[in-house]
């Protein structure tokens, strides 16, 4: 499976756009795309996951680092409708209390 990731940026904020896998193979993309948001210095990232449809310890990763450096900045970072696999990873991994 694929992972295709879309941005759109205004006004100091952007909103990422996940669909497909992410996993240790398509993590980068999206890793990619954060870091391209964070070099433009934007204060608010929203990352919708309504089309992922798998999320593996990898993705987690790419989304905790892009949080802890955005908070670095003054910014913050919140993920919008998770499905209910993903939703079930960040509650037993203790994660959907950091993404707030």
Known sequence: ????VST??????????????LDLYTAPRLQAALA?????????????????EF????GMNVLLAAMKRLKEQGGELELAAPRPAV??????????TVFT
């Open 8 to 21: 759109a940026s205004q006004e100091g904020h952007a909103v990422v756009t996940a669909t497909g896998e």
């Open 87 to 96: 939703r079930r990873i960040l509650q037993v991994t203790g994660l959907d």
């Open 1 to 4: 499976m694929e992972l295709n």
């Open 36 to 52: 391209g948001l964070l070099r433009e210095q934007v204060d608010r990232i929203v990352v919708d996951l309504s089309g992922v």
């Open 55 to 58: 999320c593996d310890s990898t």
